[in-house]
């Protein structure tokens, strides 16, 4: 996995775009992105899975960026979403947003994810 931690938000290209604008660039800049918290269960599952799977996804953990950064993040997914609360981890493949564990989840289990996965680029089998 591939984490990207505190750092300054002038360095992470942060300081001159919009939250959303982030979001969207590091999506299309990675197979597989999660934007986690270091402190969340449900984060930590996704991360294993593909892991589990050899996936080696980008992981944004928001809890330990630079103060403001994170949170400036986290409204931009939950805008993306349309959610009030953070539904974290949210999770993007090949650009695309697939959504919170539910989605993940669901998309694992209904045969869809392996196939988003490949046609990504992250999965070679």
Same mark, same amino acid.
């Given at each position: 996995?591939?984490?990207?931690?505190?750092?300054? !938000?002038?360095? @992470?290209?942060?300081?001159?775009?919009? &939250?959303?604008?982030? +979001?969207?660039? *590091?999506?299309?800049?990675?197979? *597989? *992105? +999660?934007?986690?918290?270091?402190?969340?269960?449900?984060?930590? !599952?996704?991360?294993? %899975?593909?892991?589990?799977?050899? /996936?080696? &996804?980008?992981?944004?953990?928001?809890?330990?960026?630079?103060? $403001? /950064?994170?949170?400036? @993040?986290?409204? $931009? @997914?939950?805008? @993306?979403?349309?959610?009030?609360? &953070?539904? %974290?981890? *949210?999770?993007? +493949?090949? $650009?695309?947003? /697939?959504?919170?564990?539910?989605? /993940?989840?669901?998309?694992? +289990?209904? $045969?869809?994810?392996?196939?988003?996965?490949?046609? !990504?680029? !992250?999965?070679? %089998?």
């Amino acid at each position: 996995m591939h984490f990207y931690q505190g750092g300054h !938000a002038e360095s @992470l290209g942060y300081a001159s775009e919009t &939250p959303m604008d982030r +979001i969207e660039r *590091v999506a299309s800049e990675n197979a *597989v *992105v +999660i934007f986690s918290k270091s402190s969340c269960c449900m984060c930590h !599952a996704i991360k294993r %899975l593909f892991c589990g799977m050899g /996936v080696n &996804p980008t992981v944004y953990e928001l809890d330990e960026l630079e103060p $403001g /950064v994170g949170k400036d @993040l986290e409204k $931009g @997914l939950m805008m @993306l979403l349309g959610a009030s609360s &953070p539904p %974290l981890p *949210v999770v993007f +493949i090949g $650009g695309k947003l /697939v959504g919170a564990m539910d989605r /993940v989840m669901a998309s694992h +289990i209904n $045969g869809t994810l392996v196939p988003l996965l490949k046609q !990504a680029g !992250a999965l070679w %089998l």
